[in-house]
Nanobody, 121 residues
Framework: QVQLVESGGGLVQAGGSLRLSCAAS????????VGWFRQAPGKEREFVAA????????YYADSVKGRFTISRDNAKNTMYLQMNNLKPEDTAVYYC??????????????WGQGTQVTVSS
């Protein structure tokens, strides 16, 4: 499996922006679907965004559409999540994940250790 490491989390005020990165190692993930999930305290992990291996298709949870943008750079073996207009309800630990297809993303496969995002009101 590919190893994933997230970075870029932190504390930001509501309306601010953060950019998360997810770096892969161990093998290339250029043929994997990759995405982001998040888990807030006391809540189940939820889907945030995903992107196909080519970058040709992206998918977003309704709660982040128009505010978050997922992208990838296969040459750098890295994926990104640009988060704009952040809201307190975006506060969570954000995890990156990789799997062979979009349909199976999040169901096993590779996971990062998570990065904390805290949005203050």
């Amino acid at each position: 499996q590919v190893q994933l490491v997230e970075s870029g989390g932190g504390l930001v005020q509501a309306g601010g922006s953060l950019r998360l990165s997810c770096a892969a190692s161990g093998r290339t993930f250029s043929r994997d679907a990759v995405g982001w999930f998040r888990q807030a305290p006391g809540k189940e992990r939820e889907f945030v965004a995903a992107i196909t291996w080519s970058g040709g298709s992206t998918y977003y949870a309704d709660s982040v559409k128009g505010r978050f943008t997922i992208s990838r750079d296969n040459a750098k073996n890295t994926m990104y999540l640009q988060m704009n207009n952040l809201k307190p309800e975006d506060t969570a630990v954000y995890y990156c994940a990789a799997h062979t297809t979009i349909a199976t993303l999040g169901k096993g496969g590779s996971w990062g250790q998570g990065t904390q995002v805290t949005v203050s009101s």
